[in-house]
């Protein structure tokens, strides 16, 4: 399972990289004999991407993981009794 969460995760980033590097019209060519700069909006749209976009993205992750997260020692005490009761069941 470890292996295809890492293919898939792979593929989707290679996926986002090549929409933003359509989206903000950044083509390399490969043949010129001149390097193109890119334009200010499109350093933007990069830096945007890069940066912000994951640092929403991981603050409301953070927020999330914050309000879900349900295991503290009252509820471990709990899980372990209840695993520990069905252990002497069997």
Excluded at 74 to 82: F, P
């Amino acid at each position: 399972m470890q292996t295809f969460v890492v293919k898939l995760a792979s593929g989707i980033s290679g996926f986002m990289s090549s929409m933003v590097l359509a989206i903000f019209s950044i083509n390399p060519d490969k043949e010129a004999k001149v390097v193109k700069a890119i334009s200010d909006s499109q350093r933007f749209g990069l830096r945007f991407t890069m940066t912000l976009i994951p640092i929403a993205v991981l603050a409301v992750g953070a927020i999330v993981f914050k309000k879900r997260y349900i295991l503290f020692d009252t509820k471990m005490d709990e899980i372990t009794e209840e695993i520990e009761g069905r252990r002497a069941v069997s």
